[in-house]
């Protein structure tokens, strides 16, 4: 009896033990083969991968091959699949699409022609007479003494005014300063002085004053014109800046004129005002590169010195002319 009980004890553990699998005990060694020829077996939803027509890919990149039409331009733009697995047609399809590259550069060259580009402050949304201004008046070169004095007279108003405000009243402005008459204005007294009420009685007594000194400088340099653009060599400052943000609010030149015209008794003539009176003067040219009038304006200025030279060169064959005359009579 004990034999038998202990014979029956041992024999369940002569038995091999089940490993343990990813399914944990509950994996059974018979289940082994089973799973090995279920194994064999792919599972349904990867038979249709090495069935997919991988094969028919090569048929359009051969036919590109043959031949570069309109077909191959429709086999570009299809999936990057093929364009990977079929790199014969992938070089072939780059050389059909140079013509097309070329098409492409052609239209951005022809394309028409935008908006013009102004400077930065002129945006879509300004007053046009301000636009106007910067498209005729503003860095264009002027050498005529009551245009000078006028343009001179409105950049000490922009202490008080914006320039739309100004140029809107500047009808006015001639107006009542006489067309900007240096000797007619010098001549005004306090009562028709304080009469005017369109600006501050300080700026009013300064434009008075101003125009009594500007007839001394007249006398002094032949015109105020002659006087402002030796400042400068008689040539436009040209700047070239890209961005609003690098056109300054004054400069040495201004501040020299400043402080040279102070000495003669100009007022309300600071650096500032100066450096304003330039720009709308043309002596500073501060179009921003960008802006399409900074090449015009200097084209403009060029226009006026070669005219500027001619005109002083026929003055001195008269002035030759008329001394030869002279000494023939003697």
């Known amino acids: 009896m004990a034999m038998s009980v202990a014979s029956k004890l041992q024999s369940p553990t002569c038995e091999p033990r089940a490993v343990l699998g990813p399914g944990g005990n509950r994996v059974r060694v018979l289940e082994g083969p089973k799973r090995k020829d279920d194994g064999a077996k792919k599972p349904p939803q990867q038979r249709p991968r090495p069935r997919k027509p991988v094969p028919e890919l090569p048929e359009p990149v051969v036919r590109s091959d043959v031949s570069v039409d309109s077909t191959c331009s429709s086999d570009t733009s299809s999936s990057g699949y093929s364009a990977k697995t079929a790199s014969p047609g992938k070089i072939v399809r780059r050389k059909s699409l140079r013509p097309a590259k070329v098409a492409s550069d052609d239209a951005e060259v022809a394309k028409p022609a935008g908006p013009l580009k102004r400077c930065d402050w002129i945006t879509p949304h300004a007053d046009p007479i301000y636009t106007c201004f910067?498209?005729?008046?503003?860095?264009?070169?002027?050498y005529d003494d009551k245009k000078l004095f006028e343009l001179l007279v409105l950049s000490q108003?922009?202490?008080?005014?914006?320039?739309?405000?100004?140029l809107r009243k500047r009808d006015i402005f001639r107006k009542l300063f006489d067309n900007f008459d240096p000797s007619s204005i010098a001549k005004f007294d306090e009562k028709k002085l304080l009469s005017l009420k369109v600006l501050s009685e300080q700026k009013l007594r300064a434009i008075e004053e101003n125009a009594k000194q500007m007839l001394k400088v007249q006398q002094e340099f032949g015109s105020f014109s002659n006087y402002c653009?030796?400042?400068?060599?008689?040539?436009?400052?040209?700047n070239g800046f890209r961005y609003a943000r690098q056109v300054p609010v004054k400069s040495p030149k201004a501040e020299a004129i400043s402080k040279d015209l102070m000495k003669r008794g100009f007022r309300c003539v600071g650096p500032s005002v100066i450096y304003s009176f330039m720009q709308v003067a043309g002596i500073v040219n501060d179009h921003l590169a960008t802006c399409y009038r900074f090449k015009e304006c200097n084209a403009n200025a060029k226009a006026d010195s070669k005219h500027k030279i001619e005109k002083k060169t026929g003055e001195d064959d008269t002035k030759l002319t008329e001394a030869m005359k002279i000494g023939d009579q003697k």
């Open 134 to 142: 910067h498209d005729e008046e503003w860095g264009v070169p002027v």
């Open 157 to 166: 108003a922009l202490a008080e005014l914006s320039w739309p405000e100004i």
């Open 229 to 238: 653009w030796s400042f400068v060599n008689h040539k436009p400052v040209r």
